[in-house]
């Protein structure tokens, strides 16, 4: 089946570090991928998306790469911020899903220090 | 404008209570998702409202778990004979027909069953 699996937590970076967080997933076909951040005290907001082989999607300074020959789409950024700070989500969508539902992945909780 | 909105935002309920957990989507927002967020897991999928069409309730775990749209647009979460197991946060998702694959969530709900 469908399914996302993401690095596990917590990610502890000093100000001004890069960040990876490894996302792979399983799914038949070519699903869409998705970043989704959680930021303290609020709801999910989607960060970036791809959604073919080969995409890069990018917001804020963070980039995915859709790679379907690694089933990967890992989230990076050059130089974090304490203001990056929340747990990051990867989630797919199976392609030709009409229905939009999404698979998560359990989360990533980042901390940046000053 | 204004977001997906949840209600209440903490609730704190005996074993063996119902509850009611209310969702009020972004406003012509077509479809409806409810996610559920439990301690150290992912985002589980719970129930997809689209329209007029009938519901899909492939993701509630137990007949216990009941959800309704009134008139396409507010949707209540019922848990009967709630569990300890039952403790998570519930989010409510909308998305516009327009962008099938972008969901906007709300703050969501933290239940807690004692």
């Known amino acids: 089946g469908d399914s996302v699996t993401q690095m596990e937590g917590p990610v502890t970076l000093s100000e001004e570090a890069f960040l990876t967080i490894n996302c792979t997933y399983t799914?038949?076909?070519?699903?869409?991928l998705f970043w989704y951040v959680q930021y303290p005290g609020e709801g999910l907001q989607l960060l970036l998306k791809a959604t073919k082989a080969d995409d890069k999607g990018s917001n804020k300074g963070f980039e995915a790469t859709y790679r379907k020959e690694t089933t990967s789409f890992h989230l990076e950024k050059g130089s974090v911020q304490v203001s990056d700070s929340a747990v990051y989500f990867c989630?797919?969508?199976?392609?030709?899903?009409?229905?939009?539902?999404?698979?998560f992945g359990r989360g990533t909780q980042l901390t940046v220090w000053p | 404008g204004a977001g997906v909105s949840q209600s209440p935002s903490n609730k704190v309920t005996e074993k063996g209570k119902d509850v009611e957990l209310r969702c009020d989507p972004i406003?012509?927002?077509?479809?409806l998702y409810w996610y559920r967020q439990s301690l150290g897991q992912g985002l589980e999928f719970l129930i997809y409202?689209?329209?007029?069409?009938?519901?899909?309730k492939s993701g509630l775990p137990s007949d216990r778990f009941s959800a309704e749209r009134t008139g396409g647009s507010v949707s209540t979460l019922t848990i009967q004979r709630t569990q300890q197991e039952d403790s998570a946060v519930y989010l409510c998702?909308?998305?516009?027909?327009?962008?099938?694959?972008?969901?906007?969530f709300g703050p969501g709900t933290r239940l807690l069953v004692l």
């Open positions: 409202f689209q329209g007029n069409s009938a519901p899909d």
């Open positions: 998702a909308s998305r516009p027909r327009a962008t099938p694959e972008t969901q906007y």
């Open positions: 799914a038949t076909g070519y699903p869409s």
């Open positions: 406003s012509g927002h077509t479809a």
């Open positions: 989630a797919l969508n199976p392609r030709g899903s009409t229905l939009g539902r999404l698979y």
